[in-house]
């Protein structure tokens, strides 16, 4: 069963990357018709295989990529839909619910919170995969993190209130409790996490310890009648915030490519799963007495209500409330385009099917409420996203662009050079060889120069798209000899896969950028300052009048090949870049003192400044 899922997210994954249909959509549907072939097995989503088995992983997978800065940054925001739109939204349905339906208020209200929270995995998968802008994004990923905890709490004290009497107290001292304790818990397990960490040097253990950490972090704070979920994102925000400092590079890295592999797998088999459910949820509700037109007008009247109840609480507290607040947030500051973008990225998901599983037996109209739960489940998936992408491009909102991207990633990694440069200097020792300092120099030299080269005209290769070129050339003959010495048997095997390893390592760090060079768009806009003001940025002008329209004018004396040109600000001399032999851009600069310079290749209009190495 197990292998037929994982094959079946492979297939389908695969096809749809071909065919450029969204994936989760897509298995959603497979789903669907392969509960109905009879040679398929049943498989039921237990509320503990989702909630300990499934949500944990997911979770933590999706945390430990989220940046806790953007978290904090964007705190009130996301406070308002994690918890005061699932609110709302568990009320807007239940009162539907409870009008349709013959139920009591508390059941109702116990399928509004079912049906409340948006899913990471359905957000994310899908924001992701067509670019919106990163506010926007890490918006979502912040919601979604956050918003089963508030739900499942809800879930559970409405479930208390149709057994007994709950007062308004009784309600919030449950949620603080459920809250301030999964955050309690998730801070000491990360705490406790990063002290071991710390002083692991073995990476496959490091590993190890990884895929126990949401596990370690759920269950204590679920016996301790906390929130594990809480305790799981808020562990992963920690430990990824702190990886940098509490791993080595190589935890890191088999971190990184382990977790996304369970990632995938998990969140697509979880879209599969809600598909197959179908079939099981309808053979129940035929033993429900309410009527086939109750039951679709119910499922037809939820799925409106929670698909509606996301636009009405962000318009009005973004034209309403928070426009009158002192206070700005997220939402009181964006476009309406982006506004309606986030209103329309309500995607439901799994939590929402094991939460309808959690209802108790003795619920009445229980089959129909499952059914419901699919239906909005299902129906925001395929209705809104399907159509979130032809919506953002309609409305213009687009991710960040990949040539600023590369511009912004080029200035910070000039400074993360300087200061290496200089931590060289310092290090240096009077016998260290020049030779071997000049070539540690120019290797990290060349990392910040590979970008500054992407960012100018196509009209032949630069250099590193040369080295690349012909040093996987290379790489290809050097492994194809060391695979004849292999199958020659005449050097240990354990040697031979050591040196099999180096050029594997040697290239992936070649081809790191190459999807990216080839997704760079063809304008580029000017971006802010990386940080702080500068000064010679803000006095010197727009551009000047160049010297040399036709080339550097170094390079035209010296009868040298450049790369890129560059524009001083100051005086309109034209330069190389770093990336040219002569580096004549930044010579004029060490010569003259004038600070700035600009892009002169077609298109561009960045520029920066070498005293304080900021982009504007």
């Known amino acids: 069963m197990i292998l037929g899922l994982a094959a079946t997210v492979l297939v389908v994954t695969a096809a749809c990357r071909r065919i450029g249909l969204p994936a989760p959509l897509v298995l959603v549907v497979v789903g669907i018709g392969a509960s109905y072939l009879p040679f398929v097995p049943t498989i039921e989503l237990t509320p503990e295989l989702v909630l300990l088995g499934l949500l944990p992983p997911l979770l933590y997978a999706a945390a430990i990529r989220t940046s806790l800065i953007d978290i904090k940054t964007n705190i009130r925001t996301i406070s308002l839909l994690a918890v005061g739109l699932v609110l709302f939204t568990m009320a807007f349905v239940g009162f539907l619910t409870w009008w349709l339906l013959p139920v009591p ?102 590993t190890a310890l990884s895929f126990m950490a949401p596990f370690i972090a759920y269950i204590p704070a679920e016996k301790a009648h906390a929130s594990g979920i809480v305790a799981v994102v808020v562990a992963g925000l920690i430990l990824g915030h702190k990886s940098p400092v509490i791993q080595d590079g190589a935890s890191r890295l088999s971190e990184r490519t382990n977790w996304g592999t369970i990632q995938f797998l998990l969140e697509n088999a979880v879209f599969l799963l809600l598909g197959l459910q179908l079939r099981g949820i309808l053979i129940d509700v035929g033993s429900d007495d309410v009527g086939v037109g109750s039951v679709v007008t119910f499922c037809v009247g939820a799925l409106a209500a929670a698909i509606l109840a996301r636009p009405v609480w962000i318009f009005t507290l973004s034209y309403g409330v928070l426009r009158r607040s002192a206070t700005a947030t997220t939402l009181s500051g964006a476009p309406w385009q982006q506004l309606a973008v986030t209103s329309w990225a309500g995607m439901r998901g799994v939590v929402t099917i094991a939460a309808a599983f959690l209802l108790p037996a003795a619920t009445p109209h229980r089959e129909t409420l499952l059914l419901g739960a699919f239906v909005v489940t299902a129906g925001t998936l395929l209705i809104q996203g399907l159509t979130l992408p032809a919506l953002a491009r309609r409305l213009g909102v687009r991710g960040p662009d990949a040539r600023e991207d590369i511009l912004q990633e080029a200035a910070v990694m000039q400074a993360a050079v300087a200061a290496g440069s200089a931590a060289l200097d310092k290090e240096r020792q009077p016998q260290d060889s020049d030779q071997v300092v000049d070539g540690v120099r120019a290797l990290a030299m060349s990392r910040p120069n590979r970008l500054w080269e992407q960012l100018g005209s196509d009209d032949g290769e630069p250099p590193s798209v040369q080295y690349r070129r012909l040093r996987l050339v290379m790489l290809a003959a050097e492994r194809k000899a060391v695979l004849r010495m292999r199958d020659e048997n005449n050097v240990d095997q354990e040697i031979l896969s050591a040196v099999l390893a180096t050029f594997d390592l040697e290239e992936a760090m070649i081809t790191t950028y190459q999807e990216r060079v080839e997704r760079v768009a063809e304008e580029l806009a000017t971006p802010t300052p990386l940080t702080g003001r500068c000064e010679h940025l803000q006095e010197t002008p727009e551009t000047a009048m160049p010297q040399t329209p036709q080339g550097c004018v170094d390079c035209l004396r010296e009868g040298l090949e450049w790369v890129h040109l560059r524009l001083c600000l100051t005086c309109g001399n034209v330069g190389c870049c770093d990336s040219s032999v002569g580096e004549h851009a930044e010579e004029h600069f060490r010569a003259t003192g004038h600070p700035v310079m600009r892009s002169f290749e077609p298109g561009e209009s960045w520029r920066w400044c070498y005293v304080d190495e900021l982009l504007g």
């Not at 209200?109 to 995995?121: K, M, N, R, T, Y």
């Not at 001292?173 to 990063?194: E, K, Q, R, S």
């Open 105 to 206: 208020l508390a059941v109702a209200l116990a399928f509004g919170a079912v049906v409340a929270p948006p899913d990471a995995v359905a957000a994310t998968a899908i924001a992701r995969r067509i670019g919106l802008p990163r506010r926007v994004v890490t918006v979502l990923e912040g919601e979604s993190l956050l918003n089963d905890a508030t739900a499942l709490v809800a879930l559970r004290t409405t479930i208390v209130a149709f057994a007994t009497t709950v007062s308004v107290g009784s309600v919030a001292t449950d949620f603080l409790i459920a809250a301030g304790g999964g955050i309690v818990i998730g801070v000491v397990v990360a705490m406790v996490i990063g002290y071991i960490r710390k002083r692991m040097t073995d990476t496959v253990s490091d």
